[in-house]
């Protein structure tokens, strides 16, 4: 956890960018919410799969959720993993979302858990200017 005294670091740490510029992230939590997603556009990356779906209400808030199968490993490595999809999308996702747009983001076995943070989050990125 990260005390209250020490400095914000983001996406957007050392950029000017401003408020309105910063999207609000919701979670993704009904199974068929999930389900549309997966029927969406789809980005493979070494990471991680982004499943991407524009929703009918362009003004609305960016929403995402994540996923881990079993193939991913036991209920630690699936854990890390999503964990570590939380994160990136965290930092990524209010910067460089669309409005009205829901993402998915799968963790694929054997990487997602230990593949470098810094590189994770520039996947994201990519993935994010391809289905732009």
Same mark, same amino acid.
């Given at each position: ?12 740490a050392? %950029?000017?960018?401003? @408020? ?7 979670r993704l #939590?009904? =199974? &068929? $919410?999930?389900?549309? *997603?997966? %029927?969406?556009?789809? @980005? ?8 991407? #779906?524009? =929703? &009918? $209400?362009a003004?609305? *808030?960016? %929403? ?12 630690v ?19 460089c ?25 520039g ?10």
């Open positions: 956890m990260t005390p209250p005294s020490a400095p914000l670091t983001s996406d957007t050392g %950029r000017e960018v401003s @408020v309105a510029g910063l999207l609000s992230l919701e #939590r009904n =199974r &068929s $919410d999930f389900l549309q *997603a997966a %029927r969406g556009k789809r @980005v493979v990356t070494p990471g991680f799969i982004l499943q991407v #779906r524009s =929703r &009918s $209400d003004t609305g *808030a960016v %929403r995402v959720g994540f996923t881990c199968s079993k193939k991913v490993g036991n209920a490595a699936r854990n890390r993993a999503k964990r570590r999809l939380r994160e990136i999308a965290r930092l990524v996702l209010p910067s979302g669309r409005p009205g747009t829901d993402y998915v983001l799968v963790g694929r076995a054997g990487v997602t858990a230990t593949r470098p943070f810094d590189t994770m989050l996947d994201l990125r990519h993935a994010l200017d391809i289905t732009a």
